[in-house]
């Protein structure tokens, strides 16, 4: 079993869609991490956040410690949205433990 | 401002080559510097990761090396590729306390073996 999961795997949205991806883990964190992957394998990262909740523009992450679960939400999604999304969590050793991703695919 | 320089963009080689893919940061001093592997349909697995030069901490056992001859270089070495070998690499730094946004990765390497 994978210290992190992701849900779902795969996700197809309409364009204005509200929507939300989900991670649990497993491990002790010191944070928890959502990364996007563009289909050109280029990566950017989102949030870095170890409770409550953040927000950037149309990206909403929250995270409830006592549970080992975080969302990312994307309102109103847009076809450049489309990305694989990748959570992530790391321990006081600085030590990474991905989940597998999400690919999103918003349809105009 | 800090950047991260990887390359090559693309790389394809025979079984039993060497290997050597080299990643650069600029702008900061004593990152912590990750080297990833990303295969075909799975996620991204921590190879190496570095807290300062020459100490490498390797994450699996693979015929993949690391080192950190510099501050700001870090480097993903094989002796003799494997066709296992084939994915995507990723370096990434990070400062010990991350600010907003947390670490930063290079553009990538997608290796090939053939």
């Known amino acids: 079993k994978n210290e992190v999961e992701q849900s779902p795997q795969n996700l197809t949205a309409q364009e204005g869609e509200f929507i939300t991806i989900n991670c649990s883990y497993s491990v002790g964190i010191s944070a928890l991490h959502w990364l996007q992957q563009h289909p050109g394998g280029g990566i950017v990262s989102l949030f870095m956040l170890s409770s409550g909740k953040k927000k950037h523009g149309r990206l909403i992450a929250t995270i409830n410690i006592q549970e080992k679960h975080s969302s990312l939400h994307i309102t109103a999604s847009h076809p450049r949205d489309s990305a694989v999304y990748i959570c992530?969590?790391?321990?006081?050793?600085?030590?990474?433990?991905f989940g597998t991703g999400t690919s999103l695919t918003v349809i105009p | 401002s800090q950047t991260i320089h990887q390359w090559p963009a693309t790389l394809v080689q025979p079984v039993g080559s060497p290997l050597s893919l080299e990643c650069t940061v600029e702008g900061t001093s004593n990152p912590n510097l990750y080297w990833y592997r990303q295969a075909a349909g799975r996620g991204l697995q921590l190879l190496f990761y570095?807290?300062?030069?020459?100490?490498i901490s390797s994450e699996v056992p693979q015929n993949l090396s690391a080192s950190r001859p510099q501050d700001r270089q870090f480097i993903l070495s094989s002796k003799k590729l494997l066709l296992s070998d084939s994915g995507f690499y990723l370096c990434?730094?990070?400062?010990?306390?991350?600010?907003?946004?947390?670490?930063?990765f290079g553009s990538g390497t997608r290796l090939t073996v053939v």
């Open positions: 990434a730094w990070s400062t010990l306390y991350p600010p907003e946004g947390g670490y930063t």
């Open positions: 570095s807290v300062g030069i020459g100490q």
């Open positions: 992530a969590a790391t321990n006081t050793g600085n030590q990474f433990y």
